[in-house]
């Protein structure tokens, strides 16, 4: 899903940092945050090991958990909900850009999974 006016990233742009959950070690404040937006059984089944989890409807009221300094990029299953999240979030002066396809991509490109079960898998 895409949307011409919200910025957009393809998968293979999303920095590697967000591969691991230490993902920028000692960097304080990190440059960037990867924000998952997904409801909690998404999260649970599987999750880029960097991301953090504020649901769609949780992040009016969770903002003070994003740095507003840091680049966030936002993701979702396939893309509806983070095109809407990256509206919000640049309206009230977030840098947010959209990940193009999603954990979905994320998946289908063979970058790392971590969940609550035996296997890790969004699909």
């Not at 945050?33 to 991301?51: I, K, N, T, Y």
């Amino acid at each position: 899903m895409t949307n011409p006016d919200v910025p957009t990233v393809p998968i293979d742009a999303v920095p590697a940092e967000f591969d691991a959950a230490d993902g920028w070690g000692s960097v304080s404040p990190a440059p960037a945050q990867l924000l998952d937006v997904r409801e909690d059984d998404e999260w649970q089944l599987g999750r880029a090991p960097g991301a953090l989890h504020i649901p769609i409807t949780d992040v009016p009221a969770r903002l003070d958990e994003l740095d507003i300094d840091a680049e966030i990029y936002v993701i979702c299953r396939q893309g509806g909900r983070s095109i809407t999240v990256v509206q919000y979030l640049n309206q009230i002066g977030y840098d947010a850009v959209h990940v193009a396809g999603g954990m979905v991509a994320w998946q289908q490109t063979g970058r790392p999974l971590i969940g609550d079960g035996p296997e890790a898998k969004i699909y």
